[in-house]
């Protein structure tokens, strides 16, 4: 896939498990909104390696319009989330995110969304990791408190 747009949440736990960059053998282009930028740089390791991806242009930041739709999606979302949504349905891109209502309007938006677990299960389909790793990423993202569902991470140990 090109380009696609993330949330957060999807972001934080790949920083935090040494997993990011496996972001870049599935989409040529991950776009980001201001107030997403704000919330994975929040480490000072984060904001370095965030920092070298947008140098080199394989992640861009952009500004999300605050107009209607913004103003009905902060009533139930947070701001990254809303950013993240209103990016997604004005440049047409598949979503990143995790978060169940946030997932919920995407959809209703007509947006097209993948998740953490999506993520993994695209890797392993294409053979970028091996069961083991993914399973290994799982561990490590419940470690770093990412909750996952049972049914979710049953999907990646029988793949």
Same mark, same amino acid.
């Given at each position: 896939? &090109?380009?696609?747009?993330?949330?957060?949440?999807? !972001? *934080? $736990?790949?920083?935090?498990?040494?997993? @990011?960059?496996?972001?870049?053998?599935?989409?040529?282009?991950?776009?980001?909104?201001?107030?997403? #930028? &704000?919330?994975?740089?929040?480490?000072?390791?984060?904001?370095?390696?965030?920092? %070298?991806? +947008?140098?080199?242009?394989?992640?861009?930041?952009?500004?999300?319009?605050?107009?209607?739709? #913004?103003?009905?999606?902060?009533?139930?979302?947070?701001?990254?989330?809303?950013?993240?949504?209103?990016?997604? &349905? &004005?440049?047409?891109?598949?979503? *990143?995110?995790?978060?169940?209502?946030?997932?919920?309007?995407?959809?209703?938006?007509?947006? $097209? *969304?993948?998740?953490? $677990?999506?993520? !993994?299960?695209?890797?392993?389909?294409?053979? *970028? +990791?091996?069961? %083991?790793?993914?399973?290994?990423? $799982?561990?490590?993202?419940?470690?770093?408190? @990412?909750?996952?569902?049972?049914?979710?991470?049953?999907?990646?140990? %029988?793949?």
């Amino acid at each position: 896939m &090109k380009a696609i747009i993330a949330d957060s949440s999807t !972001l *934080i $736990v790949l920083l935090d498990t040494n997993n @990011f960059s496996l972001l870049f053998k599935l989409f040529e282009e991950i776009l980001i909104s201001d107030e997403v #930028y &704000k919330e994975i740089t929040y480490k000072f390791d984060h904001k370095t390696i965030i920092e %070298e991806h +947008i140098l080199s242009n394989v992640l861009q930041v952009h500004s999300a319009e605050n107009g209607d739709l #913004y103003e009905m999606l902060i009533k139930r979302l947070d701001k990254g989330e809303s950013e993240s949504i209103i990016l997604a &349905k &004005k440049l047409a891109l598949p979503l *990143i995110i995790d978060e169940k209502k946030g997932r919920s309007i995407a959809r209703s938006l007509d947006i $097209v *969304i993948i998740g953490f $677990v999506g993520i !993994l299960l695209k890797l392993l389909e294409k053979n *970028i +990791i091996q069961k %083991e790793q993914a399973i290994r990423i $799982v561990k490590d993202a419940e470690k770093n408190d @990412f909750r996952l569902s049972d049914a979710l991470k049953k999907m990646v140990i %029988e793949y």
